[in-house]
């Protein structure tokens, strides 16, 4: 693809899945994703006719079929599943990728639901204890 521009890739994580949102003006046209477990290449050409491509390496193994995709007006969302649930430290193997930046708003939900998952809602013991003291409880 001639001149591709590199969109700007958004992710944030589950214990069981990762979430990525490509933002390109694209989604009257189709995407090509090739997606293995171990690697995604994107390839579109948007509505005015721009080039968009990207290429990465996963830190670890997902499934090589997305479990949901949204196609929205300046965004393609797609939603893979983890091969080993667990938490990881980047997106990709090797250096930090310019285009590639942590999506917040998904990344705080994803924070509330481990906490959620463990029962605590992120507080610390001695926290915990303080509250069980005070009067009603």
């Given at each position: 693809m001639a001149d591709a521009v590199t969109p700007k890739v958004m992710w944030a994580q589950r214990l069981d899945e990762i979430y990525l949102t490509i933002?390109?003006?694209m989604m009257n046209t189709t995407a090509d994703i090739a997606l293995t477990e171990t690697r995604i290449d994107f390839k579109a050409t948007g509505l005015s006719g721009e080039n968009y491509a990207f290429s990465l390496e996963?830190?670890?193994?997902?499934?090589?079929?997305?479990?949901?995709?949204?196609?929205?007006?300046?965004?393609?969302?797609?939603?893979l599943t983890k091969k080993k649930a667990g938490s990881w430290a980047t997106?990709?193997?090797?250096?930090?990728?310019?285009?590639?930046?942590?999506?917040?708003?998904?990344?705080?939900?994803?924070?509330?639901?481990e906490d959620e998952q463990e029962g605590d809602y992120g507080m610390d013991e001695d926290l915990r204890q303080t509250l069980n003291k005070l009067p009603g409880r």
């Amino acid at each position: 693809m001639a001149d591709a521009v590199t969109p700007k890739v958004m992710w944030a994580q589950r214990l069981d899945e990762i979430y990525l949102t490509i933002d390109a003006e694209m989604m009257n046209t189709t995407a090509d994703i090739a997606l293995t477990e171990t690697r995604i290449d994107f390839k579109a050409t948007g509505l005015s006719g721009e080039n968009y491509a990207f290429s990465l390496e996963f830190l670890h193994e997902v499934l090589p079929t997305p479990a949901r995709r949204e196609n929205e007006v300046r965004s393609l969302l797609l939603v893979l599943t983890k091969k080993k649930a667990g938490s990881w430290a980047t997106l990709q193997k090797g250096q930090k990728l310019a285009f590639v930046g942590v999506d917040a708003e998904r990344w705080n939900e994803t924070k509330a639901e481990e906490d959620e998952q463990e029962g605590d809602y992120g507080m610390d013991e001695d926290l915990r204890q303080t509250l069980n003291k005070l009067p009603g409880r």
